[in-house]
């Protein structure tokens, strides 16, 4: 299926490893230039020498604290100097930290906010401009299935994601006669360091063990096993797509099976 990016350009934030890094690999594939932000200079300076050498795509980094409006708008000037536009947002942060409620103070919610839901707002207002002008683009949000059915001691994720879902449903709504769709892509337990850490917090709490942790999710997902970066990639790249024009306002689940909802 020829997906129609060859030539455009995407943004994807906190790319250098795990499932931003996947999604970069995918769209760079399928023919996209990319702009890379990520917080650590040397990562994401080796994802990109690596990406551009495997698929002889530009891709440009620029290092990026998402949870800084600041930093964005910097990020995304730069972006935009460099290539002269932007297609396609596929945004991404790394999660708030595992607990309870009682667990965590004013300032965890106040850094969480800034984090999961600040971070989509401010790069979604600094792209959308020019993708309303051109009357095309793509704004993609890596959230998580915890909107659909929470998780267990991820209560800051759990609130957030769902709060980053109802704007980008709005948001579709808003846009929906201008040539650019919104979306969501949950992940599911998926084979990356986000997943390694929780896996880790999780067991200490419950004095238990990374494996065991890892045989009870396995257990309670009907393909037996946690899913692979370059499975989540592959559905990010067809919700950029040409071919996705008439999907828009959806939050969609890469997760096995494992959400138990009937939507």
Not at 200 to 211: K, M, P
Request: with cysteine.
């Amino acid at each position: 299926m020829n997906l129609g990016l060859e030539g455009k350009v995407a943004l994807v934030a906190a790319a250098s490893r795990g499932l931003g890094r996947a999604v970069a690999e995918e769209l760079a594939a399928e023919g996209t230039s990319l702009l890379l932000c990520a917080r650590n200079a040397e990562a994401l300076d080796r994802t990109c020498n690596e990406i551009s050498g495997s698929t002889g795509r530009e891709v440009m980094g620029v290092v990026c604290d998402v949870s800084s409006p600041e930093s964005v708008r910097k990020m995304v000037s730069e972006g935009i100097g460099r290539f002269g536009r932007i297609d396609i947002l596929v945004t991404n942060a790394g999660g708030p930290p595992a607990g309870r409620f009682e667990d965590l103070g004013h300032e965890a919610w106040v850094d969480a906010v800034r984090l999961t839901l600040g971070s989509v707002l401010e790069l979604t207002r600094s792209v959308l401009p020019g993708m309303k002008k051109q009357k095309w683009g793509r704004i993609l949000n890596i959230t998580s299935i915890a909107v659909k059915q929470p998780v267990d001691n991820l209560i800051l994720s759990n609130s957030l994601r769902a709060a980053v879902t109802g704007f980008a449903k709005t948001l579709a709504s808003e846009l929906g006669n201008s040539g650019i769709t919104v979306n969501n892509i949950l992940p599911g337990f998926t084979k990356t360091e986000r997943v390694e850490e929780l896996a880790r917090a999780l067991a200490a709490r419950n004095d238990s063990t990374n494996t065991a942790l890892y045989t009870k999710w396995e257990s309670e997902i009907p393909m037996r096993r946690l899913g692979e970066p370059r499975e989540f990639a592959a559905l990010a790249a067809f919700l950029v797509s040409e071919r996705a024009s008439y999907i828009t306002g959806t939050s969609i689940p890469v997760d096995g099976g494992w959400t138990r909802g009937l939507l």
